[in-house]
């Protein structure tokens, strides 16, 4: 995953590297950015710009089934909600389940079997934690939580969501989806916000979140 690296005047000036994988997380999120960006993507020359900022959920579905491919097989994906999936929309109007129908479409062109599945979503419009005010405990955002669609078929669970910070939403939904009996093996995202640059910015570590009880939070 990439970083989502947040503004700040009094640290030193971004890199090239560090405007590349914010602009990359943007597009994900479908947020409007300036200029373009140009990386490597499995080896070849890309360059991401507003006109073709809609190709990177597929992108980062082919990455995302080459961190999924080792778990046992069928694989169920199941996305975070966010902050606008609510039990009264329909299950196809937040953008991480779009991410997660990105993943299982790329999983099958690879021979996996996968399927995306819109499990939960909440019970009403939560503010969102990234503009200030928004819940990030999990025990808190558990509350929040409501099941929808049928209940999800054998195999193993993965949860996608787009970037995690602190990662209470996550750790909500894992408790949620193992309170019925199907803990996720592992969750998948394409960028963490961070406040300072990391050396390589599309190599984000992959994160222990620990447990419910171990959670401190905001």
Known sequence: MAQYLVYDASKPKWRNSDHCATKVIKAIKGLPFNGSAEMKIFGQPYVLTATNAHEMIPVWAKWAVSKISDLPKPIRLVPVPNSGAIVSEPAESFRTLEMAYAVAAAATAAGIQASAHARLRWAEQMVKASKGGGPRNPHTLLDKLRFCDP?????????????ITLGGHMMACVEALAGEGRRPARGVVAGR?????????????????????SWYGF
């Open 151 to 163: 209940p999800l078929p054998e195999g193993t669970v993965v949860l996608i969501d787009d970037v």
């Open 193 to 213: 916000t961070v406040h300072d640059a990391l050396d390589h910015p599309f190599a984000v570590p992959v994160l222990n979140l620990g447990s419910m009880g």
